[in-house]
């Protein structure tokens, strides 16, 4: 069940737009502890909300109660940029209108789609993404701003439920192929016992590591000890994703 409470809009937002609780805190001039009681009390003073807002270019309307435009004229529409999400995610990718026939300029690169993904038994399965199917347009500087090399770069179709409501079934997600470190709260593709999966990731004491959705309510936490997390092989950090409403 979705959270339709003003901190529930306010959590929806972060998670969208890639603001932590500190960061907000500080946006409110207040200590991260005070953010946390706004969700755990449902309860923020008018003050403290108007400084999230202002913050995550939502409009105060919309967090209050849940009417209007979510974002504010300060923020890009999503109809005409992908915005880059999450814990990850600090700016937007500019869109032109293409299709297959129109040739790529100097600064353009064709990122492969892998529409299936192929589990292959071996000395341990593992996933294997299909290199044939369609492709995605990308900019080069945009990517190479971001520091991801081109050639690196990949988008796979995720399914099911479990990172929403931020990345629902059916959405696509840019990966970097390059980047297997794990930074703590980032996304990341994983190989899971065979399987592909889109969570966060976070490295806990001891080498374990705790995998996260969204989701929480549906799929909670998975607490992984050191030798379960060497069953992970790390595909990728999520760059950027794609939703059509």
């Known amino acids: 069940m979705k959270d339709n409470s003003v901190t529930g809009r306010l959590w929806l937002a972060m998670q969208e737009i ?3 609780k500190a960061e907000l805190a500080r946006a409110a001039n ?6 946390g009681k ?28 849940g009417e209007g435009d979510k974002f504010t004229e300060n923020v890009i529409s999503i109809n005409n940029k992908m915005h880059e999400k999450s814990s990850n995610v600090d700016s937007f990718i500019e869109l032109d209108p293409w299709d297959s026939k129109t040739p790529l300029n100097d600064d353009e ?8 993904v192929e589990l292959s038994a071996g000395n341990g399965s593992q996933v294997q993404l299909e290199t044939a199917g369609p492709k995605l347009r990308f900019s080069k500087s945009t990517l190479r701003r971001h520091g991801i090399d081109f050639t690196c770069a990949a988008c796979v179709k995720v399914t099911g439920n479990s990172m929403e409501p931020v990345i629902p079934d059916g959405a696509t997600v840019g990966i970097d192929t390059a ?36 989701n929480m309510d549906e799929y909670p936490d ?10 992970v092989r790390i595909i990728g950090r999520v760059f950027w994703y794609s939703v059509l409403r």
């Open 30 to 35: 207040v200590t991260p502890q005070a953010a």
């Open 179 to 214: 980047n297997i470190a794990i930074k703590d709260g980032d996304m990341y593709a994983i190989d899971w016992a065979g399987a592909l999966f889109v969570k966060t990731l976070t490295r806990r004491p001891g080498g374990g590591l705790r995998i996260r959705s969204f």
């Open 222 to 231: 998975e607490n992984l000890t050191l030798e379960e997390a060497q069953q």
């Open 18 to 20: 890639g603001v932590t």
């Open 109 to 116: 690169v064709e990122v492969p789609f892998y529409m299936e």
């Open 38 to 65: 706004w969700f755990k009390t449902n309860s923020i003073s008018r003050e403290s909300l108007d400084a999230c807002a202002k913050r995550l270019g939502v409009s105060i309307k919309w967090l209050i109660n």
